[in-house]
């Protein structure tokens, strides 16, 4: 028998050959793809890159047309590329803190949720359960407080903590200095040429929860319900309501608020909570798949359950849902 | 523009463009075990480790990156030396296609070098940013648990 016939035979069948015989492109090598994207960079206008590496440089770099801060998260690559002109990346800069001191809480711009839940204890601090159960691992990795206050898309999990413990923010450019969240989000002017450098909560012992309207785990909430109140002696001494996803993007519920505020706790608090609930004044718009009315009647049965959750404030954290 | 990158130890010198993400430049770079997916965040598929860090590079723009160090599936181990992980989702029957294992193998030694006795809940939380369409989990979730019961005397 000739085995140098058979050795040949075995070859032929081999993957590399049959895909030979296909005659498909070759796959093109390291240098030949190096070469190959050099040829296309060329082709391609340029987005402007610019590396602060500190805080001075960012009034006039922000000055300049076009220029938007990049922290690193998600929102500019899901806003779409096209218009974007020229980027800072505000890596460099030391934005990437978190102080607690004398009831206070200055947290750095440039905090990725995980890094800002971490720095808050993850079962712990109400904004760092909400923050835990925003996006997925890797996301959470990423996305910036400071980016996410400025984009303020519908689904934040960072928005209605932050509202509810009325934070203020530090600002650095056209409109420096400290601002209050609220004042920051209603005049959008503010937004222009501007930096968020540190967000500071007044962190008081409150007694929390924050509900979160989705259908699975890792689904955008379509609504979410954040509650801070304090009691004492068997009364409501003040409670804060923030819903985010209504229409206007989020509510504070100061008729609510006030109708609970000064009651008393009785040992079965649902006759309270039904009239809390009545009380919730609030629209959304139809997305998801869920309806105007069924987001409505969610948030009222959701608002009941959030808030005897923070009156018995110690739910466990389960991302997703309750916390 | 131009600029340094640090690929799984080796430093390379790239020419990029300032709209492109980190999936795209290093799968042209020939890191094709940093797999496509969703291109949207959800899938997991194109997970890499950024300084360490746990992050989908199909959102991560690529000029942003440069200067740091960037640890792919393969610069984990090699076919003949496996890390722990590596090893443990090959025993533990945890790979059927094997498009999402790059990314769970990634997401797995993340999470192990924070927590390395995490619980089952934490697991899942941690692999949460993971889709695989064949395994049903279960036997990823095993193979988590058996890394980190190998990995933990020697603390590799």
Partial sequence: MDNSLQRTKAADIRPRRLLDSLDLPRPRTHTESVAARKEQVNEVAEIQWYFPNELEEVPDLLAREGVIPHSGGTGILW???????ALMDVSRLELKFCRIHGGTIDLGAALSYSETAAALGESGHLLGRSLC????????????????????PY?????????AYE????????????RGLGEYLQNRDLRQNTLITSIRLQDRSWQGAYYRHTRTLTDRPAFSITVLLRQSAGRIEEVRIVVVGCSGRYKRLSVVEKLLEGSEVPSDPSELLEQAAQQLDIDFSARMGFSTEYLRACAAIELKRTLASALGSSSPSKPGSRS | MTGTLSINGTELRISLRGDEVLL?????LGYTEVKEGCREGACGS?????????????????????GREITTVKGLGTFHRPHPVQEAFVEAGAVQCGFCTPGMVLA??????????????????????????CTGYVKIIESVKLAAERMAPDGR
């Fill in chain 1, 79 to 85: 806003g779409g590329m096209t218009r974007i002109r």
């Fill in chain 2, 24 to 28: 795209d430049l290093l799968r042209d």
């Fill in chain 1, 133 to 152: 159960a925003a996006a997925t691992e890797p996301l959470r990795n990423r996305i910036s407080l400071g980016g996410s206050i400025s984009m303020f």
């Fill in chain 1, 167 to 178: 934070a203020e923010l530090s600002l650095v450019g056209a409109n420096g200095g400290a």
């Fill in chain 2, 46 to 66: 194109c997970l890499v480790l950024l300084e360490g860090v746990l992050v989908n590079s199909c959102q991560v723009l690529a000029a942003s990156a440069l």
């Fill in chain 2, 108 to 133: 797995t030694f993340a999470l192990l070098k924070k927590n390395p006795r995490p619980s089952e809940e934490q697991i899942r939380h941690a692999l949460d940013g993971n889709l695989c369409r």
């Fill in chain 1, 155 to 163: 689904w934040s999990d960072l928005m209605g903590p932050l509202l």
